[in-house]
Structure formats: structure tokens, C-alpha cells
């Protein structure tokens, strides 16, 4: 028994002391501005982004639509994606998971070509992550980001900061989408 103990004790010990498994260790990436904000799927997040982000005074804009050559000419530094979707929403656009994650991924090709930062973000909450479409735009955006942005609801089960810490992706975590502009100033440069 004392042995087990012992063992267990050691191994607390070690955990404690050791670096997180589930916090990434990359440093936050500047934001730089003007920010550009978009959906894949068609949720409101986008424009809870944008408003957050206005809010903080920070200069954003929003484009449910943007596609690849939108950026061109425009000057801006950094391109937020929200993930999670909405089925009443991409009706009303008259698009689809697939439509939706084809124009996202020619959008960050782009935006990566001319040296935006790419921020993945998921700011709905669990809501956002019910159905398999969810998890698709999600995974269309997470594996070229150069930030995941989240709110603390998205990230209940821990799968956004697990995801940064074995891809060894910066994560910001705010507390709620109020909190989302105050976080993206901190980082403004």
C-alpha cells in the first residue's frame, strides 16, 4: 500500500512539474489591421467577431461571401474564420458544407499567399459542434491557422486546446464573444 502510495505521489509530483499536455507553448501571434472576419457555414459568429472586435476599436470588417480575390488590393492583415454551421444560414445563402468549405480554403490559400495571419475561431459555443457539418468546416480551418480563437463554451471538452498542443498551434481562449475583442487587442500591433 505504501508503495502504491509512494508511486502515486511521485507521479503527481511529476505531472505537476512537468509542462502541460494540453496547453499549447507558442507564443500569440501578432494581430495586425485591418481585420477581415468570415464564416464557414454561415453562422452569425462571423458578425459576433466583427462586432467584438469594432467594440475593442479595433479595425474589422465582415464578408460572409469573401472569396479569394477579395483580398487582393485591400490591404488587410489578418483573416478571422469561424467555424461551426448553420443549416438556416447556408439555405439563405443558397450554399453548403462543401460549397462553403471549397470558397474557405482558396480564401486562406490566398491569405496565406500574401502573408495574412489566419485565425481559426469557434465562438458559438457547443451549439456549434452538434453535427457532422460542424465538425467539418472546423476541420477545414484549424489545420492552416496560425491562431485558434475561442471561447470558453466551444472548448468545454478541451478538443481546441488539445488540438493546439498537439499541432503546436497558438490558442487564444477568451471567457465569452464579448470577450473576443478585448483578447484580439491584446495582440494588435
Do not use: W
Amino acid at each position: 500500500m505504501r508503495k502504491h502510495l509512494a508511486l502515486l505521489l511521485l507521479t503527481a509530483a511529476v505531472l505537476a512539474l512537468a509542462p502541460s499536455a494540453f496547453a499549447a507553448d507558442k507564443p500569440l501571434p501578432p494581430v495586425g489591421q485591418p481585420i477581415i472576419v468570415t464564416t464557414c457555414g454561415q453562422s452569425p459568429g462571423a458578425v459576433m467577431v466583427k462586432m467584438s472586435c469594432v467594440q475593442a476599436k479595433l479595425a474589422a470588417e465582415h464578408n460572409n461571401k469573401l472569396a479569394a480575390a477579395d483580398l487582393k488590393g485591400k490591404g488587410y492583415k489578418t483573416l478571422i474564420v469561424t467555424t461551426g454551421t448553420s443549416m438556416k444560414g447556408m439555405g439563405a445563402a443558397g450554399t453548403n458544407v462543401d460549397t462553403e468549405v471549397k470558397r474557405v480554403k482558396e480564401l486562406i490559400a490566398e491569405a496565406k499567399k500574401q502573408g495574412l495571419l489566419v485565425v481559426a475561431a469557434h465562438v458559438e459555443g457547443m451549439s456549434r459542434r452538434v453535427d457532422k457539418s460542424d465538425q467539418t468546416s472546423i476541420d477545414a480551418v484549424l489545420p492552416d491557422a496560425g491562431l485558434i480563437l475561442v471561447v470558453n463554451d466551444s472548448d468545454k471538452d478541451g478538443y481546441f486546446t488539445k488540438y493546439a498542443a498537439a499541432n503546436g498551434k497558438p490558442i487564444l481562449k477568451v471567457s465569452d464573444a464579448l470577450g473576443i475583442g478585448a483578447g484580439m487587442k491584446k495582440l494588435a500591433k
